[in-house]
């Protein structure tokens, strides 16, 4: 079931990709919100902030060891956005901060589990002082097995740039 | 009793042990892992490492522009304070930003640090393009923090390497802790077994023994039982061979005072045959071998008979003692006659030596089956209580010895008992006290049984008598015109042919028994041995009822 959820949103998500390079993907000379790369091929995809407010947003409550108690946390599914590459078979992806802080996080987290790219921490969206422009979140209190040092290493924040090897 | 006990509570206290051990070994572990794992969950080290290098890079970006002039980028500037900010961030929520401030509470460098930084951000905000003397002002005042948050983040790797150090040694502690409860658990756990190991193969040894002696002392009372069975027919039998004799001595013409003797002989006699049927009687009881003897009987012969065997007590005892049988009461049941005059005698002498017999009465009454018998009493002894114990059982129950007085109603309990009656004691509004007995018995209506006798002598014949005398028997005498239904026959003589061939003549319907081994066999219907067993010639005539 979440097998065919997962097949049935990337076609979506395929099919609003290939709406979206027709037609509204960032052009040059916009700001770059997020910028992603299909390092096998080099299709590159820029995101404008705009382009990824558009994308349907999700909303994560959860905690981690970086906010005190819950907080709720809203933006797009990361699985949606990898999406925009229409690349398959991807194993790893290296995200990249705007401090050029990386770490490598397996496609298969982001099919597992509703991991969001998250751009508004309790309705304020982040600015770069605050973990802007984006802050990947795992839904960890809901997932328990979430709750480790490999999985809270993975909560990069200012995240600017997404690699898919 | 007590060795019983004591491994049971063993048992507890070794396993409540174990279980205690268990649950603090296994908190003690769970608390080690719970801090391993809230201690790992983040390497602080790291976002202090972090906020070195951002400030480091933030000064690059300054010196940078200050170097480049014109050409400097504010843009990179303003990025690096941004993200410098955002390390600073960290410090103030979360658990990390918790884990960190706890190194920086006595330097407070983060708070300074952030606060010269909002004092600056306009500063850095507003940086003009070719501003060097900005810049180096700007410089001027992050230049103290670089080495303070080198001290810093040096502080927090010692201090997390100090806290990696307890949470190990807290762990092999813990190992170590949980491996001394673990095995300390294991010896408790193999000594109770080895304990209760040794306990039960001695409670078999113990319950071998017990069998034994149990099996040895169930031969003995057998052999008790036997051989007191086998005394009290021996002697029976000859007993009622001196009640006959003295029945026919009463037939001839004896005087007044030898009549009397002859009578409490008689009564002596009869008691002793009693005497006998109880010890019968109780030992079958106590070997549950006690089988009913069935038969139909006169309530009212049943009040007289017990009447007649406690008169000399009575006599005796000097008090009045009536009994009656209620009007209304059927004239005939069924049940064991001798078993229900003995139950009844034996109270009425238990209650006539234990409370007097003042005022004294036995009723007999009969209530849907069930023979009612009330025996009420005033309590004779003046200031003192009398305990029905004996009568209801509550004495020699259990008990390793016997009184002497208990043997009458404990037969009388056991009778009752045994005939699914029961007993109990009442105390009546008016004072008297109540013995009330019900045994089920069975309706009967009489169908009269015609017995001749014929025997050469009247010896027999009056045994006969006596042996039959019941409700449901008479006895034809010469010249009657009833039809006979049994024959007796004394046999195993030279007057053998000639009683049988008066007997098929005058009674030919009849079943003929006869009484001794006879010479023709085949001509009888039944045979009674040779001297009169009542029982056995009361069963023969029994079967012709039926």
């Known amino acids: 079931m979440n097998g065919l959820l997962t097949v049935g949103r990337q076609f979506v998500s395929g099919v609003f990709v290939f709406t979206f390079l027709l037609g509204s993907a960032a052009i040059a000379g916009e700001d770059v919100y997020l910028s992603l790369t299909n390092i096998s091929d080099g299709t590159v995809v820029n995101l404008s902030e705009d382009d990824l407010l558009a994308m349907e947003q999700f909303t994560v409550l959860t905690e981690n060891e970086f906010v005190d108690g819950l907080a709720e946390f809203t933006g797009p599914l990361a699985r949606d956005v990898i999406a925009f590459l229409n690349a398959s078979d991807i194993g790893m992806l290296t995200l990249t901060a705007v401090n050029d802080y990386a770490v490598e996080v397996p496609m298969s987290d982001l099919l597992e589990y509703d991991v969001i790219f998250a751009m508004a921490q309790n309705g304020t969206r982040f600015s770069v002082r605050d973990k802007g422009p984006i802050w990947v979140i795992y839904p960890m209190t809901e997932n328990e097995e979430l709750q480790d040092r490999v999985y809270n290493d993975r909560l990069i924040w200012q995240l600017v740039k997404v690699d898919v090897l | 009793m007590r060795m019983r006990g004591l491994p049971r509570l063993a048992v507890l206290a070794i396993f409540l042990a174990v279980t205690g051990l268990a649950v603090v070994g296994y908190n003690a572990f769970r608390k080690d892992v719970a801090a391993m794992q809230a201690a790992s969950l983040e390497d602080i080290t790291w976002a202090s490492y972090q906020l070195e290098q951002e400030l480091s890079r933030f000064r690059e970006a300054l010196l940078q522009f200050q170097i480049e002039g014109a050409g400097g980028d504010v843009a990179a500037v303003n990025n690096r304070f941004d993200i410098l900010w955002s390390r600073i961030a960290v410090f103030n929520q979360g658990g990390i930003g918790g884990r960190l401030s706890e ?6 460098i983060i708070p300074r640090l952030f606060a010269d930084m909002k004092v600056v951000d306009r500063r850095v905000v507003e940086l003009a393009q070719n501003d060097k003397a900005e810049a180096a002002a700007l410089l001027e005042v992050f230049s103290p923090y670089a080495d303070e948050l080198r001290i810093f983040s040096r502080k927090v790797t010692l201090g997390e390497e100090l806290k990696g150090r307890e949470i190990r040694e807290q762990l092999q502690s813990g190992v170590d802790r949980t491996l001394l409860w673990g095995g300390l658990a294991i010896v408790i756990a193999l000594a109770s077994l080895a304990y209760i190991t040794r306990e039960s193969i001695r409670f078999k040894r113990l319950a071998a023994t017990n069998l034994k002696l149990a099996d040895v002392a169930e031969k003995a009372s057998r052999a008790k039982s036997s051989f007191l069975t086998m005394m009290s027919h021996e002697l029976r039998t000859p007993m009622n061979g001196v009640l006959g004799l003295l029945a026919l001595s009463k037939q001839g013409a004896v005087q007044s005072s030898q009549l009397r003797l002859i009578e409490q002989a008689e009564q002596s006699g009869q008691q002793m045959v009693d005497l006998l049927a109880d010890i019968l009687d109780f030992s079958a009881l106590y070997s549950d071998d006690l089988e009913l003897e069935t038969e139909p009987f006169e309530v009212e012969h049943l009040a007289t008979a017990v009447r007649e065997q406690f008169t000399p007590l009575a006599k005796w005892e000097g008090g009045a003692f009536s ?19 003995q139950a009844f005698s034996h109270l009425a002498q238990y209650v006539a030596e234990t409370a007097g017999v003042r005022d004294a009465k036995m009723e007999f009454s009969c209530d849907s089956n069930t023979l009612l018998v009330n025996l009420s009493f005033e309590y004779s002894s003046e200031g003192g209580e009398w305990t029905p114990d004996l009568i209801l059982g509550e004495q020699d129950r259990g008990g390793e010895s016997f009184s002497t007085d208990a043997l009458g109603p404990a037969i009388a309990r056991g009778f009752i008992e045994v005939m699914q009656g029961n007993l109990r004691v009442d105390n009546n509004a008016d004072g008297r006290i109540a013995v009330r007995i019900s045994v089920p018995v069975e309706g009967f209506v009489p169908t009269a049984i015609n017995i001749a006798v014929l025997s050469s002598t009247d010896t027999l014949a009056a045994i006969c008598r006596a042996a039959l005398a ?23 003589n030279t007057t053998e042919s000639t009683f049988l061939s008066r007997a098929r003549k005058d009674y030919s319907q009849a079943i003929l028994v006869a009484l001794g081994v006879p010479i023709e066999k085949n001509s009888f219907d039944f045979m009674v041995n040779l001297p009169l067993d009542f029982h056995e010639i009361r069963d023969v005539v029994r079967k012709r009822v039926a």
Not at chain 2, 103 to 108: L, M
Not at chain 2, 332 to 341: E, I, K, V
Not at chain 2, 477 to 489: A, R, S
């Open chain 2, 470 to 492: 019941g409700a449901d028997v008479n006895f034809v005498q010469e010249g009657d015109v009833d039809p006979v239904h049994v024959v007796l026959i004394e046999a195993g």
């Open chain 2, 103 to 108: 190194y920086d509470r006595e330097t407070q």
């Open chain 2, 323 to 341: 009994f009656s049988v209620r009007p209304g009461c059927p004239r005939y049941l069924q049940g064991d006659f001798r078993r229900l005059r």
